[in-house]
């Protein structure tokens, strides 16, 4: 296990790269053979490029796509409890995952949109961030962070979009978007 008290990270705001700071949080942390786990909560119905890297940084990185996909946009047409089951679901997984005592880090990514969006209740996560393993870093990524989970945070990052080239008219890149 990691060195000392474990943090817990917050990436959150309305520009791009909560997921990957936190993606990068990941391989900084296999460099010193820290075992990582990335739960996503929103994510689940699309491939997308850390899908397949994941699966090269071996036996020390563990990448689960437990959300239904995206809610309410785009090419979504499952009903709202539909998106609520795979969210409880998803909660029942990391609870599993951070008491399991293999892991360094785990990544909760998208946690705090699935909370704004009402899928989960901000009040279990804040339980698991107070009952998380002493030791264990503990990530949130998404838009809207609560300021209950702020509150408890050792470390808050608000990524601020300024410009984005879907403004622009130009799609979502490969290698870059997703």
Not at 11 to 40: F, P
Not at 79 to 93: D, G, N, Q, S, V
Not at 127 to 146: C, F, M, Q, S, Y
């Amino acid at each position: 296990m990691s060195d000392g008290e474990g943090l817990v990270i917050v990436y959150t705001g309305n520009g791009k790269g909560k997921t990957t700071a936190a993606l990068g949080l990941s391989l900084r942390a296999i460099g010193y053979e820290h075992k990582v786990c990335m739960l996503q909560f929103i994510k689940g119905s699309w491939h997308y490029g850390e899908m397949d890297s994941s699966k090269k940084l071996g036996p020390n990185f563990e990448l689960i796509a437990v959300g239904k996909g995206f809610v309410g946009i785009l090419d979504d047409n499952s009903p709202r409890e539909e998106h609520e089951k795979y969210a409880a679901e998803a909660l029942k997984i990391c609870r599993e995952k951070i008491f399991s005592e293999k892991y360094d880090v785990v990544i909760l990514d998208e946690v705090n949109y699935a909370i704004n969006l009402g899928l989960l209740d901000v009040k279990e996560i804040i339980k698991l961030i107070k009952e998380k393993p002493e030791k264990l870093d503990l990530v949130l990524t998404g838009n809207h962070a609560k300021e209950e989970i702020i509150e408890l945070a050792d470390l808050v990052t608000e990524m601020k979009e300024i410009k984005h080239p879907f403004k622009s008219g130009i799609k979502a890149k490969k290698g870059i978007d997703f």
